[in-house]
Structure formats: structure tokens, C-alpha cells
């Protein structure tokens, strides 16, 4: 197994992309030193393998095009080494340079030519393009390559193979165009040296693989199973491309045979695998150097002698086998030791059950029936036995299942419209009630059939009808107009017919004639209209019976006459007028009837005599008694009396009786204890409630009374609080500590001193706390639970310019980072306290690993531990590593471990073994432990 690293590189150069290739020969040194005459190139092998140059050769044409010639190459180039070619006579002097590997001729050479290296007709490398005299721009030199030493850089991994100008890998046909990754030397001493070589700038990784012998590993595209040195190459972080240089081991495989020996029905157990049958096997073991060694096995079978034997029992007894009282049919055997040592011999015995032949039925009786079996009668469900001795002799077993079956009982419920006969049992019925029969049911018991006959109602209805002369109702689907009785049949819900009856009455209608006399002025109502006017009337109205009527009448107006009279009366005294007690001032009329039949008016006029009515208002003092009507008033009120006057009437006295209170005048005296307040010549030392009498203005007596209170020093409670730490101030002086005590406070002027009683406390300790939970899923979330105790107010400053009041803050921060998280915790009293933290917001941008997958812990000092790599160090990190059973042999929770692949001191055993990394990378795979 092999890891391949890959690197991908772009490099620009003027405005286009140079790529990076090193898998063909390259040209690495060009000089034209000698106009038309000569000049050399030098080729080198940038890659890991040995080429072969018989495939390769160098073409030259000139600037015009006119003349083309190529020389092939031969030998073997090894990797890194170079070979030198000369233009015809470039070694001779004035040059004196040392000979060089092949010489190829040229059609001129004035450093505008065309050379290049060729593979099967397409071209590898070249300098300038054929068949165009142009000379781009190389180190500042772009009139043409003449007399001009140009080189190579180290950098430079590309070869110009392209011909049309404009591909990256192409050499340039502008020659104001720079050639990228080429130096021109103008100095003396230019012979090309093939030991002083051209070596790329590329990454080459040296790896150790070692195999086991018949495995492989895929090395450059090519399964490789032979040891030796392989060269791979890959797009590298450089300009050129990487190589990685394998060193490939084979370590040998050993052959293990193992013969066994044993009797047929055995087995022997080898690497975990049971063998029983004959024949040559193959396993694979583990071996020392971590190889697999291959195990042939050899398995010989012998079969043992046997001796059948037969045994017959009766059910419920045993048989002596072999030592041992066996109950249970089946085949059984007993091992002795044959003669020749090798198999055991084999006593089988097979035991056999005599049949029972037990037998068994089933008996069902009607309830209150028996059967005899065994000799006796039962009546009784159950199962019930009687054993026998059958033909070998053995106990039979006969069972009787007895079953009881009942009498069932089935009710049955039938309707019936009255006077419709049902069929019950076999008989017509009609009258409602209980019918009962008798059946043979399924299990031939009898039973009883009760069926309850229940009859519908008929709902029948009667309704009259009354109709007006020429009306018509419609019943039965036909008009009816006359008196008389119908009749008409309907079916109800439950099927049964009702009698629908209807009685009908033909009201006459009715013609009155009528003559009414009236008085003038009277008014008779006819049609709505009040008639005042004599004439004949005609009014239809609807009459008691509901049907029209016709109502003449001759309407006469007849005059009356009117008679007047006066009469006088004391007031409220009543008079009989017309028949009536009246005693209000009024006119009263009556009415007589007349010798023409019209009422004659009779109108009284009732006048009341002035009784001389009388009222007046009287005030006395509160105690003093007013004779009024024989009576001495005290109370206030309204009092009346009543005399009579020259007409014989009555006249009232009303007297308005007022009672004047004494004047109450309130003072309110106030002072401290020990003062005397003197007041209208009344001094007061006590408190207390004083009066005094004085005639007042109304002439009453009126009373002074003096509220006097005398104040001694008032009292008040005084209560302070003071947080933890601090103090308080009360009267000047400073208290830190729970107290009480008292003090007389001076009040000012005309006000009493007050007594103040203090109690001072300290407020219950508060404690400010918290914590908080960064999110790892990168939203830089924060969390923040508050611990702070006795306390009910809040201020976070996050450290990041943003603050919270909330108890149980949420947060964001903008960037990962440390900031200084502070909490101010406070109570309704004030007392505060302050909690400072250091919050690290970590960076959960997604993790880089990189984890080898073997390694070489043989005390040779190269790949001796396994560890990994990641790309940062502020992770949750555990590892584990197991063997292919599931053991945990190392574990460990710092990102720098190294396991030196050992287990309780002694080293582990070459082979594959399974790590799991958690934390906030989830990895799990193989690592092999090499030797």
C-alpha cells in the first residue's frame, strides 16, 4: 500500500502559462559560437528511468528553410545525466573544447536556425521554431541567438514542442516575445561540459516499500513485484514536477505441512479452522516478518467397526444402556477401544417405544342425561379414563370427553296492526301477549321458542271543520261544501292503517235591520265612520260564526235641552249633585231623558266659601317649650289647627316650629408635656376635652369646647440597611455592623423633641457567578448561564463592545477570539457584586488531516512512530487503535502523540491495525505496522 502526494503549479511568464513536464529528454544548453561554422547543444534526461536514445533523433534546418538535416542518437541515458552534441567542426580551436558524445551536421548555423530533438517524427524539444528566422527575446538578446551561450534555468521543466505559435508550450515566433526560463551567457569559456549537468528545481520523495513476496504495488501506472529502485512523477508545489523515488523490498514467504491422522466423526482444529475429512488443505498464517506463510495440510480418515443392537420398552419404563436408564426412544452408542489402537469400535443401540395405542372419544348428553362408561354413570363434563393391558403387553389408555349440551332458551319479538292476524308456531294470532313452543335444537336437546306479540297502535284523528256559505275544503282529494261527516284512510309508519275523520258545519250568513235615533251632537260609528248626519247605512262585517254579515241601518238625530244651577259648599265638604258626593270647585253636568227621547242637560255649578286659612313661622332655644293648640312644642316641626268662620266653615293654622341649638364652638389646643396653654382666660396643663357656656347673638346659651393635647416625644422607627463591606450613616456616625439603639432628635421651634428608635442591618450576602457554552458548530454562538445568588438585577459586558441585562444571556460574536466577559450582579437594595471571566471563542473552521497509513518501528531510526497532522492545535482530539479483533491496544488524547507501536512494553506484531480519531474530527481507517 503506498500514499501519493499531489501537487498542482501554475507559473505565469510573460502573460502566458509555462507548464512543467520532465517525462522526455530536454534541451538544456544551446551555443553558436561560429558563424555558419558551428555550434553545440546539450541534451540531458530529467526523469527517474533510463532512456533509450535509439529512438530519439536531432533535426537542424536553416533560417530559410531550404536545407533540413537529422542525426539519430544511440546508447542508454541514464536519469539526471546529459549528453553533448557538436555542429560540425564546434570542437576544433580557437574553442578547444573537450570531444563530444555524437556530432551532427548542420545546413549553416548563424543562430537564427532551427534545432531540436525529435521521438519517432514529434518533436520533444527544440529552439526556435523551424523554418523561421526569428530570434525571440532571451535575457535582453532578441536580434537573434548569434554568438550567444544560452542556458537553461533550473526552474525551467518545459519543453517547446509546439510549432504553431501560439500553444504555452511553444517557442515564441515574436522576437520581442521572451522566452521564459532561458539565460544568455556573452562571456568567454562556453564549452558545454556533460558532467557539469543541468538538474530541475522538483521535490523528490524518497518512500520504503517493502512486499511480500507474489504481491505488488501500483508504482508510475505499473503494478511492480520485483525489489529495485522505481521513479514516479507528479505536478509539484515547484516549478518542475516532484518525483517520488520507491525502494521496493520483497520479504520471503515460508511453506508450513502438517499431516493428521484420525478416526471418521473426529476432527482436528488448526488456525481456528476444523478439519474432519480426507484430504490436503491451504491455509494462510500470519508470519514473523509480516508476510503471510502458507500451511498445507494433510487430513487421513480411518472408519471405526460397529455392532447394531435392538431394544423395545413399554411407554413410561427404561432400559439399562450402557451404564445408564434410558426412557427416550432413539439410537444410542458406546465406544471401545478395537485392537489396533488406531479407531474405536462402536456398539449401536436403537430403542424402541411399544405402541399404547391409547384410544380416545368424545360423548356429548343433553342436560340432565348420563352415559355408562368403565362401569359407572356420568352426567358430569369432563374426561375420564380406564386403563387396559394390550397385545405387548403394555397398558392402553381409553378416554371418554364428556360434554353436558344445555337447553337453550330463544326469545322472539313480533308486531302487529290491530285486527291483523300473525302466524306463531304454526298458529294464527291477532291479540298481544307471550306464545311459547318447543324445539329440537342442533344438539338434539330441546329448547324453547318464546316469542312476545306486541300491536301497533292506529293513531286514528277527527278534526272539524266549519264553512261559511260557498266555501269549500278539500279532503280525501275532493271538495267538500255541505255539512256532514268524512272519512278517509292513511298508512302510518309502522304499516298499520289510520282513520282519518272530518266533521264539517256550513254557517249561514245574517241581514239586520236596524233604526237608531241619536241627539244631536251624538255620533254613530258604521263602516269606520263616525255619522253625525240622519240617513240610511250599510255596513258587512264578519260575524260570530266567521262569516260575512250585513248590517242596514236608519240613523235619526233627534235635539236635546239644557237647565243650570248653583250650589256652594265649605271647603273639602262634599255635596250630592246628580247623585254624587263632590266637594271640588267645578261644573258638573247630568243628563235626563226628554219627552223627544233625547237626553236633556242638567248643569250644576259648585262654588267652596273661603275658610280664612293661616300660617306662621316660630323659633325657640334649644330646652324651651311653645304652647300651640293646647300642647307645649319642643321639637322642631310644622303644627295645624282648625277653626270655623262666618260661613260655618273651617279654617286652618299651620304654626312652623324652628328649635334654635346651642352654638358648639371646637378649639383645639396642642403642646408638649409640661407646657401650660392659657386660652379666653383658661389655662390648660393635662389633655383633655374642656367646655364653657355664653349667651350667643340669637339670645341662646352657647357652649366652647376645648380639645387640648399635650404631646409628649414622639416616636419613630428608623430602619437601615447596608450591603456587605460598606456601611451606613445615621446621626453622624458610621455603622458596619447589625445594631440598635435610640436617640432624641430636637425639633424646631413650637414642635416637641422626637424619640427615634434605629435598627440597622446588613443585607444578605450576594454573590455574583456564572458560566457558559461555546457552540463548535463555527456561528460563534456563547451560551451563558447565570449562578449569581441573591441577586435579581443583571449587566454582561461581553468584552466585544456589546452588553446584555438578561438573566440568561445569548450571544454572537463577530470573530473567533478571547474576550474578558464581565457580570454586575445587583439586588433591590443596591448591593452589587462583580464576576470578571476569560471566554476563548475558538476557531471551528473545518480541520485539515493528514494520517500515513504504515510505518517501519524496527530501531532503524526512519518512519520508527505513527503520528498525524493537523492543521490546527485548538481541537477536541481522542484516538484509539484496535487489532483486527476489536482490542483496544493504545489510546490518547493529545493532538502530538506518537505510538511507537507497542502494547504493555512488548512490540506489536507486523500487520494492519484499525485507528478511530473523535473529537471535532470523526476519522476512522488501517494503519500496517512494517518491520
Known amino acids: 500500500m503506498k500514499s501519493k502526494v499531489y501537487w498542482i503549479l501554475i507559473l505565469c511568464f510573460s502573460g502566458y502559462v509555462v507548464k512543467a513536464q520532465v517525462d522526455d529528454l530536454m534541451i538544456t544548453e544551446y551555443i553558436d559560437s561560429q558563424s555558419g561554422n558551428g555550434g553545440a547543444i546539450k541534451i540531458f534526461n530529467p526523469t527517474g528511468d533510463t532512456i533509450d536514445l535509439t529512438s530519439y533523433e536531432v533535426i537542424s534546418i536553416n533560417n530559410g528553410g531550404t536545407c533540413q538535416s537529422t542525426t539519430s542518437l544511440n546508447g542508454m541515458l541514464a536519469p539526471s545525466e546529459a549528453i553533448v552534441g557538436y555542429f560540425r567542426s564546434y570542437d576544433d580551436p580557437p574553442n578547444n573544447c573537450p570531444p563530444g558524445d555524437f556530432i551532427f551536421s548542420t545546413c549553416g548555423w548563424n543562430g537564427d536556425d532551427h534545432v531540436g530533438i525529435r521521438k519517432g517524427g514529434v518533436y520533444v524539444d527544440m529552439v526556435n521554431n523551424p523554418a523561421i528566422a526569428v530570434g525571440p527575446n532571451v535575457s535582453g538578446t532578441f536580434n537573434g541567438l548569434f554568438k550567444t551561450h544560452l542556458v537553461r534555468q533550473s526552474s525551467n521543466c518545459t519543453r517547446y514542442t509546439s510549432t504553431n505559435g501560439t500553444d504555452p508550450d511553444s517557442w515564441p515566433t515574436n522576437p520581442f516575445t521572451v522566452v521564459p526560463g532561458w539565460d544568455v551567457y556573452t562571456a568567454n569559456g562556453r564549452c558545454i561540459n556533460a558532467a557539469n549537468t543541468f538538474i530541475p528545481s522538483r521535490d523528490t520523495t524518497h518512500v520504503m516499500q517493502v512486499l511480500c513476496a507474489g504481491d505488488s504495488i501500483l508504482i508510475d501506472g505499473v503494478y511492480r513485484d520485483t525489489a529495485g529502485m522505481y521513479y514516479e512523477s507528479f505536478p509539484a508545489i515547484s516549478v518542475c514536477d516532484s518525483v517520488v523515488a520507491t525502494q521496493l523490498s520483497l520479504l520471503p514467504v515460508e511453506d508450513t505441512v502438517l499431516s493428521f491422522a484420525f478416526c471418521q466423526g473426529d476432527s ?105 362408561f368403565a362401569g359407572n354413570y356420568f352426567s358430569v363434563p369432563g374426561t375420564y379414563r380406564d386403563t387396559s393391558l394390550n397385545g405387548f403387553g403394555c397398558d392402553s389408555i381409553s378416554s371418554l370427553v364428556l360434554s353436558v349440551a344445555p337447553t337453550f332458551t330463544f326469545y322472539d319479538t313480533l308486531y302487529t296492526c290491530p285486527g291483523v292476524a300473525v302466524n306463531i308456531h304454526g298458529v294464527p294470532v291477532s291479540s298481544p301477549g307471550e306464545y311459547r313452543d318447543t324445539l329440537m335444537s342442533g344438539n338434539g336437546c330441546d329448547s324453547v321458542l318464546v316469542t312476545q306479540l306486541y300491536q301497533y297502535g292506529v293513531n286514528d284523528s277527527t278534526w272539524s271543520v266549519s264553512l261559511c256559505d260557498g266555501d269549500t275544503i278539500l279532503f280525501a282529494g275532493s271538495p267538500v261544501f255541505t255539512s256532514g261527516s268524512y272519512f278517509d284512510t292513511a298508512q302510518t309508519a309502522n304499516g298499520c292503517d289510520s282513520v282519518l275523520t272530518l266533521n264539517v258545519l256550513l254557517l249561514p250568513g245574517k241581514i239586520t235591520n236596524e233604526t237608531i235615533q241619536r241627539c244631536t251632537g251624538d255620533s254613530v260609528l258604521i263602516n269606520g265612520v263616525w255619522q253625525r248626519n240622519s240617513g240610511n247605512y250599510r255596513e258587512i262585517y264578519t260575524a260570530f260564526n266567521g262569516c260575512d254579515s250585513i248590517w242596514n241601518v236608519s240613523l235619526v238625530f233627534n235635539a236635546h235641552s239644557e237647565t243650570f244651577d248653583t250650589v256652594y259648599t265649605c271647603p273639602d265638604v262634599p255635596v250630592l249633585v246628580y247623585g254624587n258626593l263632590v266637594s271640588t270647585h267645578g261644573e258638573y253636568r247630568d243628563t235626563l231623558m226628554s219627552n223627544a227621547g233625547c237626553d236633556s242637560i242638567l248643569i250644576t255649578q259648585l262654588y267652596t266659601h273661603p275658610v280664612g286659612d293661616s300660617a306662621f313661622t316660630v323659633s325657640i332655644c334649644q330646652g324651651e317649650a311653645y304652647p300651640f293648640n293646647g300642647q307645649n312644642l319642643t321639637a322642631a316641626g310644622v303644627y295645624n289647627d282648625t277653626l270655623s268662620n262666618t260661613f260655618g266653615c273651617d279654617s286652618a293654622i299651620s304654626l312652623t316650629l324652628n328649635v334654635l341649638p346651642a352654638p358648639v364652638d371646637v378649639v383645639n389646643l396642642s403642646g408638649c408635656v409640661g407646657d401650660t396653654l392659657t386660652v379666653n382666660g383658661r389655662s390648660f396643663t393635662q389633655s383633655g376635652t374642656y367646655g364653657d357656656t355664653a349667651t350667643s347673638s340669637l339670645g341662646c346659651d352657647s357652649v366652647t369646647v376645648y380639645e387640648v393635647a399635650l404631646s409628649s416625644a414622639g416616636e419613630r422607627l428608623l430602619e437601615r440597611t447596608f450591603c456587605a463591606g460598606t456601611s451606613v450613616i445615621v446621626n453622624g456616625n458610621a455603622y458596619s455592623t447589625d445594631t440598635a439603639f435610640s436617640y432624641t432628635k430636637p425639633a424646631a421651634t413650637g414642635s416637641c423633641d422626637s424619640l427615634i428608635n434605629v435598627v440597622i442591618r446588613e443585607e444578605a450576602l450576594i454573590m455574583a457567578d456564572f458560566d457558559y457554552y461555546v457552540f463548535r458548530d463555527g456561528s460563534n454562538q456563547v451560551d451563558f448561564e447565570n449562578y449569581s445568588q441573591g441577586t435579581d438585577a443583571y449587566r454582561w459586558d461581553f468584552g466585544d463592545g456589546d452588553s446584555s441585562s438578561n438573566e440568561n444571556p445569548i450571544h454572537f460574536y463577530d470573530a473567533p477570539g478571547e474576550y474578558e466577559v464581565i457580570l454586575i450582579a445587583k439586588n433591590s437594595a443596591g448591593c452589587a457584586d462583580t464576576i470578571a471571566s476569560s471566554l476563548l471563542v475558538p476557531d471551528y473552521t473545518p480541520v485539515d488531516i493528514q494520517v500515513p497509513n504504515s510505518f517501519t518501528p524496527n530501531g532503524d531510526g526512519i518512519n520508527e512512530e505513527f503520528f498525524i497532522w493537523y492543521s490546527r492545535d485548538d481541537i477536541l482530539f481522542e484516538i484509539g487503535i484496535y487489532t483486527r479483533w476489536g482490542q483496544k491496544i493504545y489510546t490518547s488524547n493529545r493532538l502530538d502523540f506518537r505510538w511507537d507501536g507497542t502494547f504493555n512494553g512488548q512490540p506489536c506484531l507486523p500487520g494492519t491495525y484499525t485507528y478511530h480519531i473523535s473529537g471535532d474530527v470523526l476519522l476512522h481507517g488501517t494503519i500496517t505496522i512494517l518491520k
Do not use: M
Open 268 to 372: 482436528v482444529l488448526v488456525n481456528g479452522k476444523p478439519y474432519k475429512l480426507t484430504g490436503t488443505y491451504t491455509d494462510t498464517l500470519a508470519a514473523s516478518n509480516g508476510c503471510d506463510s502458507i500451511l498445507h495440510i494433510s487430513i487421513t480418515t480411518s472408519a471405526p467397526s460397529s455392532t447394531n443392537d435392538t431394544l423395545y420398552i413399554c411407554p413410561g419404563d427404561s432400559a439399562d444402556l450402557f451404564g445408564r436408564w434410558i426412557t427416550i426412544p432413539g439410537e444410542y452408542r458406546d465406544t471401545l477401544p478395537t485392537a489396533s489402537g488406531i479407531c474405536d469400535s462402536v456398539v449401536i443401540t436403537q430403542l424402541y417405544r411399544f405402541p399404547v395405542r391409547d384410544t380416545s372419544f368424545s360423548h356429548s348428553i343433553c342436560q340432565g342425561d348420563s352415559i355408562l
